[in-house]
């Protein structure tokens, strides 16, 4: 049968077999569509043509059906598959099937709320049992590596010693890691940038990625937070990003495996501990890491930097000035005072770039009359000129100098920089921090900038500092006694409002009202992915500042977003801080709202029985205090630990008192979540009629609220109810409503689940074998993009833990 034939009967034997029994999908149509195909023009065609199918000038806007697209899935595997055969897009479109009417289920965006959902679907057969349809995103394209300042010199013979090291093809015994070791300001980063760029030209890697782990910081970048942002870079979706670290660097590895050679830079590591979860598997990737330290724990291959030679110093200094049109013909005209002058920086970058900016600012300023003023610096330290050998001492020098040429208000932003939490900060909070305008702050962020105090990033309004800057600027700071006190709880009052505005958007019961901060929800999460490291960094310095009333909202405005992202070490941080805060306030409600997210974050982290403390805890509180609200909460919370423990008995008393809690309190689609966990443990006990009723009120109110992962969990649990029944049909089309949510929403866990409890019915209902091997393929598939490696594994036999 030739390619033609082939792709003919292929259309024709899905189109028979959905008009002869309802089949949503074929088999064998399906057994092709789960893979995308990699022939040029194939993929490009596909996407045309599913784009012209989607509904046009439409409202209710959406994706094409999986029927519809499963089709051209599969012609495309075809194709694919005689890769000899030329592309011939018209003879392939007359094999199209004819655009479809269009489906009546909705496509949205997710919404989410207090409530733990627990449990998926188990289901048996029916006759309308399809697949929906499995895709494997081609991996995306990463982001172009930073840009290498143009001032770049003098490490010529470095770079031709580290390139090698990098080369995957390279004869000699492969070198995994790679470090490039030396002091702080010593320019180990734009090394690294520039060996990556060279790399890159030399098409040994496909792509790069850079990350910044602020080793020598407060608060340096732990492997697992590393991870996360790796992991965003390689195009996963937060929502399939894994909670724990072994789980994110297995995902890390399968995605780096699936794609050609890629650079990984890891800039200021501190430890070991941050990057042994980064190194590749073995492979063409390699990893390259810059450390003040010599990694050797590690097993990586070191190369030192040293300082500049005096050449390379005063070439840097002209090129600077010739890339800022600044007179940088004062380098030659002036060999001695150039020569003093770099002498005095200790052939240092940083202390080069800082001292070179104040050439740059002022143009008549002469080398030797700027190195007269950094001797009479020198000499008010009490110091000797061979002392500069030490490099921290030039640095010092240099910084001093340079903050004396700021202004008064240049000066006070800096210091304030330097003692806000986080690792950079954007323009809007720099402004609540400096407590001026925004026009004037970008000025002033634009003129520190300028004098090599920061580093704008290229986008986003975003501003870093060296980290050998923040301290030397919190020295002078603390040594002139100055207190920016005022200025830091502006700065957390305006995280601390600005983060509840975006969390309304996450909560339900006021997603219908949400602040005019943000336009929609997909804003709100935005900034908050962008803020994350730097409200958590505020929740601590609010506790350390003693601002608990701060320190106990931020923490509480920050526990959906972190639920969401399953960050639940910083959850668990977050919320004992909010705990001790809401203690120390005498607040009851407080504590007990607090105990209520200690209790999240330790059931994200598998401490069940100090959950269950913690729901206890805050049960008491709120019975004391008559919180009906929270009484209901803390109940159907218990009950979900308990459940999940095992003790089905000691969980449904539980959540018999939150049902009769809510049905007090009167009809709050809030709180229907109460429904929906109570009615899992009422199928656990055989009581499928009582369940379903349960299950049913919840899933009209996550309808009414807009709630689609809530409806999609119901409806997966619904159909575990349902087929207990036997009322199969209704159960099947739950299922298969509750999976194409889940793919809508990109939740692919849960999505594996589902069509995991899909394959069980499969097998069950007598059907054919090809059916139940691709419904288990497309859940070990959707547990592989969730980084759900264990799942995939259980999947293949059906054994992935399902209530």
């Not at 942002?229 to 979706?237: C, E, K, S």
């Not at 240099?398 to 986080?422: H, N």
Request: charged letters at 25%; a negative charge.
């Amino acid at each position: 049968m030739d390619l033609y034939d082939r792709l003919r009967d292929l259309r024709e034997h899905a189109r028979a077999e959905r008009e002869a029994t309802g089949l949503r999908f074929s088999a064998l149509a399906t057994e092709q569509a789960v893979r995308l195909s990699t022939r040029p023009g194939a993929a490009e065609f596909t996407a045309r043509r599913i784009n012209d199918w989607a509904p046009a000038n439409r409202k209710d806007a959406r994706p094409p059906s999986f029927e519809d697209r499963g089709c051209l899935l599969a012609l495309a595997e075809l194709w694919s598959d005689w890769a000899e055969l030329p592309f011939d897009e018209a003879s392939w479109a007359a094999l199209l099937p004819s655009p479809p009417a269009p489906l009546a289920l909705p496509w949205t965006t997710n919404q989410i709320n207090d409530g733990d959902f627990h449990g998926t679907v188990v289901m048996a057969q029916t006759a309308n049992l399809g697949l929906p349809e499995q895709r494997r995103p081609a991996p995306s394209a990463l982001a172009p590596l930073r840009a290498l300042p143009p001032e770049f010199t003098g490490r010529e013979a470095e770079l031709a010693a580290l390139l090698p090291l990098l080369d995957p093809a390279s004869e000699a015994e492969p070198v995994l890691v790679t470090s490039v070791a030396g002091m702080g300001g010593i320019g180990k980063t734009t090394l690294a940038l520039a060996a990556g760029h060279a790399a890159l030209e030399q098409g040994w890697f496909t792509g790069a990625l850079f990350i910044d782990l602020h080793g020598y910081d407060d608060t340096p970048v732990e492997a697992t937070h590393a991870l996360d942002t790796l992991l965003r870079a390689l195009g996963v979706p937060l929502e399939q990003i894994p909670p724990d670290e072994e789980a994110r660097a297995s995902l890390y590895r399968s995605q780096l495996a699936a794609r050609e050679a890629v650079l990984v830079i890891a800039d200021n590591a501190s430890d070991p501990e941050q990057l042994r979860s980064l190194v590749p598997g073995a492979g063409r990737h390699r990893l390259l890491t810059t450390s003040r330290d010599t990694l050797v724990a590690l097993g990586a291959t070191l190369v030192d930097l040293e300082v500049l030679t005096p050449t390379a110093a005063g070439a840097l200094v002209e090129r600077t000035l010739r890339t800022a049109n600044r007179r940088p013909e004062r380098v030659s005209s002036d060999p001695d005072g150039t020569a003093l002058l770099t002498q005095l920086c200790g052939y240092l970058p940083l202390a080069l770039q800082i001292t070179t900016a104040q050439l740059v600012r002022d143009p008549h300023l002469t080398m030797a009359r700027l190195a007269e003023d950094l001797l009479d610096d020198l000499a008010s330290t009490g110091s000797r000129l061979d002392q500069l050998q030490d490099g921290r001492l030039a640095v010092r020098v240099s910084l001093d100098r340079s903050r004396r040429r700021l202004t008064i208000p240049e000066t006070q932003l800096l210091e304030q920089l330097a003692l806000a939490p986080g690792p950079d900060i954007s323009t809007e909070a720099a402004a609540q921090l400096s407590g001026q305008k925004i026009s004037h702050t970008r000025q002033r962020l634009t003129a520190l900038a300028n004098a090599s105090l920061l580093r704008q990033s290229p986008v986003g309004g975003r501003w870093t500092m060296h980290d050998l800057v923040r301290d030397h600027s919190i020295e002078h700071a603390r040594a002139a006694g100055r207190n920016h006190r005022p200025a830091l709880v502006r700065l957390l009052r305006y995280y601390n409002d600005t983060t509840r505005a975006a969390d309304a958007h996450l909560r339900l019961a006021s997603a219908r009202r949400p602040p005019a901060l943000f336009p929609d929800r997909d804003a709100a999460i935005l900034w908050l992915d962008t803020e994350q490291t730097n409200l958590i960094a505020g929740v601590q310095l609010a506790d350390g500042l003693q601002l608990l009333t701060i320190a106990r909202s931020l923490a509480d405005a920050l526990t959906t977003h972190l639920s969401l992202r399953r960050r639940y070490d910083d959850l668990h941080t977050t919320s004992r801080i909010e705990l001790a805060a809401a203690r120390a306030l005498g607040n009851r409600a407080f504590e007990a709202e607090a105990l209520l997210d200690c209790g999240r974050a330790l059931k994200g982290l598998d401490r069940r029985d100090a959950a269950q403390a913690d729901y206890q805890q805050a049960l008491a509180i709120n019975r004391e205090i008559g919180n009906q609200r929270g009484m209901a909460s803390s109940l159907s919370l218990l009950g979900v630990v308990l459940h999940e423990a095992g003790n089905v008995v000691a969980a449904h008393s539980a959540h018999l008192q939150a049902v009769a809690v809510v049905t007090a309190l009167g009809s709050i689609d809030e709180l229907a979540w109460v429904w929906g966990n109570h009615g899992l443990t009422l199928v656990s006990m055989g009581r499928c009629e009582e369940a379903t009723a349960a299950m049913q009120r919840d899933l009209a109110a996550c309808r009414t609220l807009g709630d689609r992962m809530g409806e999609a969990m119901n409806l997966n649990n619904l159909g575990s109810a349902l087929r207990a029944l036997s009322e199969f049909d209704r159960a099947a089309e739950a299922g298969q409503q509750a999976v194409q949510i889940f793919q809508a929403l990109t939740e692919h866990y849960r999505e594996g689940q589902a069509l995991g409890e899909l394959a069980d019915t499969a097998q069950q209902a007598g059907l054919p074998a090809s059916e139940v091997r691709s419904l288990r393929d497309a859940a070990v598939a959707a547990y592989r993009r969730a980084g759900a490696h264990q799942q995939a594994e259980k999947a293949v036999t059906g054994e992935d833990s399902r209530f």
